[in-house]
């Protein structure tokens, strides 16, 4: 087994991502080879590192494009049309796949959290993995900065001045101070939108 390759993994689901399928580790690792990266998280799994469970799911969207992207200074985004976007995206009908997530003997390991998502929560965790692959392969924000999950910053005590707007991740600097906020834009009506813009308005935000 390949520590590197294990250790980044397991690092990103204890700090970054609450979970991965399959085919991200794939993406992310493996050059596509979805074989190759099954049998790797199979040996993971036997000796305690990580757990796998079948959910249903969305698939993963073909364009990770930014739906809003903002800057102090700024005008105000347009939040009808933003809202009018996300909305209308969530339509694929669910499928079964079988999704990674750290064990508790991982957390215990690396440190970090393994928060179980809830059933409604799947198919955002997994768009938010999506992300975190396409920004670790730098085709997303340019692979910059350090990935931390929302569930790392309410660990870190980090989450309080966004109030019950956490953000789903952030860019962290060289000196570990937040750079940029990412979301994984949900169904957000445009009230949702307008507190998230609320929330986030000290710092530059993506909403994807």
Not at 63 to 76: F, Q
Not at 100 to 128: F, I, K, Q, W
Not at 172 to 182: A, Q
């Amino acid at each position: 087994m390949s520590h590197s390759i294990a250790d980044d993994i397991l690092v990103a689901l204890t700090h970054s991502v609450r979970i991965f399928s399959i085919g991200q580790v794939a993406r992310g690792w493996f050059e596509d080879d979805t074989t190759e990266a099954a049998a790797f998280l199979d040996r993971l799994r036997r000796v305690n590192l990580v757990t796998f469970k079948t959910h249903l799911v969305h698939p993963e969207f073909d364009s990770l494009s930014a739906t809003v992207s903002w800057e102090p200074g700024n005008l105000p985004p347009d939040f009808r049309r933003a809202a009018y976007w996300l909305r209308s995206r969530w339509k694929q009908p669910k499928e079964e796949l079988p999704l990674v997530s750290a064990s508790d003997n991982a957390c215990r390991r690396y440190g970090g959290t393994n928060v179980c998502p809830r059933a409604s929560e799947m198919s955002h965790d997994l768009h938010m993995a999506s992300l975190f692959v396409a920004w670790r392969l730098n085709s997303l924000l340019d692979g910059f900065g350090v990935w931390r999950s929302g569930d790392w910053l309410r660990a870190q005590g980090l989450s309080r001045e966004f109030g019950k707007n956490v953000p789903d991740a952030a860019l962290l600097d060289g000196s570990l101070n937040v750079s940029h906020l990412i979301e994984g834009g949900g169904s957000y009506c445009v009230r949702k939108l307008q507190a998230i813009h609320q929330a986030y308005k000290s710092y530059p935000y993506s909403i994807y």
